[in-house]
């Protein structure tokens, strides 16, 4: 089945770009390089299927569960490509395909209230719930598979039809996910277009998307929002973060480190809700930093091929610059590694695990997000001192608090200008729950009940109760 315009064109050779696996920092395939100017028969196709797939909600239910099997029965072959151009450990690819299709699950038997308000007054309201139109889910290349599902799951069940964009670091899987879909789902209600930019820029700005949900960088959502104002689409941003874990005087370092270390490492840093800094009472601060750094020294560094490996490449070589400049950035302006510091030697895109102490609070390794394998650690002396630095950037996805005093550290948690606050653990995520950044961490809700009332309008019957 062709995916791309310039695939439907007989004899045309449509323009390809180079796709990396980030453990060797070779080419290993390819995939379609769509032009901006295809989206225009994109978006027009999707806007025709919209009008049979809005229809009924029992038929969305039951294609969405019957995605949601394909999804696993292709689930090797799923996660294999998402190691090979995402570089995470195969084991934590197959948790990612998992939950795409739990993700296509529960949106599945979502549905709107249609709710009646009486004011006292002989008529009254019927609210009701309408689509929107053509959805475009533009998202990041940590977690392509599991990040769309966020996104098309709630969109298709609503009965808004989709053009879904990875990105060009991790175009195939996504593209082998939108064929596996395409065997549930009637045709054009969710298209993959892959390329690189201005793809994902005129998608935004396309005057047929009715809601542009996008989730990546700061920078890049502010130009999304900029685009979608063009034809005054709904915006949805799901933005970096830079979260704080402050851990309290009473906290058992010895429980949590594992715990801690892996909120900060898990997919090599490269999650928008990680761990990024680590504030610890100047007492404990040598204590957190040893615990740490031995955890970083010892984890299994690899090919996530490898079945051993525990923390795989960073996934591209700009994204690799990046993590090396904040780094040489902290230890020019005084930082220590206590682990790491350094590229790994070899081929590939490897950072070594990287703990850093002695950070200047200034350094962008604390107030930038470093999206990747490096964690500062800081000292504090006085619990109003760690929150104040822990809400002092301009971000405010997540955030944690770690200690025995379970009230406490609560008391503490609510004082976190944050999206999501967690005690003694951080990033778990419930299907059923809200998803929302403060400050410049998003705009929108996803998540739950939220993310399906995102993708759907109120539409108001009123009415008197006699003729
Ligand atoms: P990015 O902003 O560079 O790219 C995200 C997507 O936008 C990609 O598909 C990219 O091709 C596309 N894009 C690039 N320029 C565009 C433009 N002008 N208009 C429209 N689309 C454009 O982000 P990234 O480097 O791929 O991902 C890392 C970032 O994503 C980090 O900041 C991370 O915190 C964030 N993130 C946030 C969440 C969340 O839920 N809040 C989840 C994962 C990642």
Known sequence: MPTSESERVPGRQPARFAVVDPATGETFDEAPDQRPDELDAVVDRAHRAWHGWRADPVVRTTALRVAANAVEAAGDDLARLLTLEQGKPLAESHAEVARTAARLRYFADLAPRTRRITDGRPVHSEIRWRSLGPVAAIVPWNFPLQLAAAKFAPALVAGNTVVLKPSPFTPLATRLLGTVLATALPEDVLTVVTGREPLGARLASHPGIRHVTFTGSVPTGRAVAEAAAASLARVTLELGGNDAAVLLDDVAVDRIADRLFWAAFRNCGQVCMAVKRVYAPAQLHAEVVEALAQRAQTVAVGSGLNPETRLGPVNNAPQLARVEQVTKQALADGARAAAG???????????????????????????????????????????????????????????????????????????????????????????????????????????????????????????????
């Open 341 to 467: 510091g350094h590229r790994l030697d070899g081929p590939g895109y490897f950072f070594a695990p990287t703990i850093l102490t002695d950070v200047p609070p200034g350094s962008p390794v604390v107030t930038k997000e470093q999206f990747g394998p490096v964690l500062p650690v800081l000292p504090y002396r006085s619990l109003d001192e760690a929150v104040d630095a822990a809400n002092g950037t301009g971000f405010g996805l997540g955030g944690s608090v770690w200690g025995t005093d379970l009230d406490r550290a609560g008391a503490v948690a609510d004082r976190l200008e944050c999206g999501t606050a967690w005690i003694n653990h951080h990033a778990e995520l419930s299907l059923a729950q809200p998803f929302a950044g403060a400050k410049n961490s998003g705009v929108g809700v996803a998540g739950g009940p939220w993310g399906l009332y995102g993708n759907l309008r109120p539409f108001v019957v009123h009415r008197p109760q006699e003729a």
